[in-house]
C-alpha cells in the first residue's frame, strides 16, 4: 500500500487542518478504491521561528511555505497543506497546486475583552494585529484606534489579550473555525469594511507535478467555485506582486446570477492602502475569466497609484 506523507507547519491550527483535510483525503480514496495511507511530517518554517518582528519587516515571500516546498522538491513530503493566504503568486519549479478544497469563512474576525462590535469599542482601543492589510482598513474606518503589532499563533495571540494591555485583536475567522474556537469571536467584519487577505479562508492543498498518482487523488478534492475564486485573487496578488506583508487584500464571489449552461461569472474586489488607512484605494469588476478578472482589477488600482504605495511599504 502505497504511502504518502503530508508536510505541515507544527502549529495547532496548521496540524487541525491538516489532520482535516487529511481524514477527507482517506474517505475520498476509499470511495474511489485508491489503496493509501497518510503519515503526517511537521516541518518548521522561518515565519514560524521568527515571532518578534511584524511579517512585514521580516522581509521575503512565502514566509510560511518555502522550507515546507523544499521538502517536497527534494521528495522527503508527497503533499503539503498550506492555509492559500501564505502562498506566494509563483511556485518552485516542478510543484504545482494540485486541489484547492472547500473554502471556509474568509472574513476577518474580532476578539475583544469586553464582546463588543468593532463600532462599540471605546475611544481610543488598543487593537493587536501583525496585518498590514487589517491595520490599514482598521485605521481607514476608526482613525482612533491605536494599533500595535501581535504576532504568534492563535493560542498565543489570544492568550495576549487576556493577559496584556489589548482591547481587541484581529484573526482570521477559518483558523478559529477550523480549531473549533468560535465562540471566542466578538464580530465578524464584513468585506466592505475590512477586505479579505487573498485566499483567505482556502486551503493549498500542493504536490509535485510529476506525482501521477497524488495528482489523481487529489483532482477529487478539488472544490471548483473555490477554486475559481482564489485564480482571480491570486492573479490580482501576483500583478501588484504582493504578499503577506503588504497592505493588499482581495475577494472573490460567484455572482447568484450564473447559470450552468454558462462559464460562472466572478464578482471580484481588491484593495490597496496605506499602512495608517488614510490612503484607501479600492476597486470591483465581474468576468468569467478569472485571470483576466484580477488583471483588470489591479490594473485599476495601478492606475490610481497602487504601485507606488505598495513601493513605500517595500522600502
Partial sequence: MKTIIVGTRQSALALTQTGQAVELLKQLAAEHHIECQFEIKKIVTKGDRILDVTLSKVGGKGLFVKEIEQALVDGEIDI?????????????????????????????ALITRGNCSLDELPQGALVGTSSLRRASQLQHYRPDLRIESIRGNIDSRLRKLDEENFDAILLAAAGLHRIGWQDRISAYLPPEVCLPAVGQGALCIECRGGDAFV???????????????????????????????VPLGAYAR???????????????????????????????????????LGLLVADKLIAQGADHILAEVRE
Fill in 80 to 108: 503539503a497543506v498550506h492555509s492559500m493566504k501564505d502562498m506566494p503568486f509563483e511556485l518552485p519549479e516542478g510543484l504545482v497546486v494540485g486541489a484547492v478544497p472547500l473554502r471556509e469563512d474568509p472574513r476577518d
Fill in 215 to 245: 495528482m489523481d487523488l487529489l483532482s477529487r478534492f478539488q472544490h471548483e467555485p473555490t477554486a475559481l475564486a482564489v485564480r482571480a485573487e491570486r492573479a490580482f496578488l501576483g500583478r501588484l506582486n504582493g504578499g503577506c506583508q
Fill in 254 to 292: 460567484i455572482s447568484e446570477s450564473s447559470s450552468g449552461s454558462q462559464p460562472p461569472l466572478l464578482t471580484l474586489t481588491g484593495m490597496v492602502g496605506t499602512p495608517d488607512g488614510r490612503i484607501m484605494l479600492k476597486e470591483s469588476a465581474s468576468s468569467s475569466d478569472p485571470e483576466a
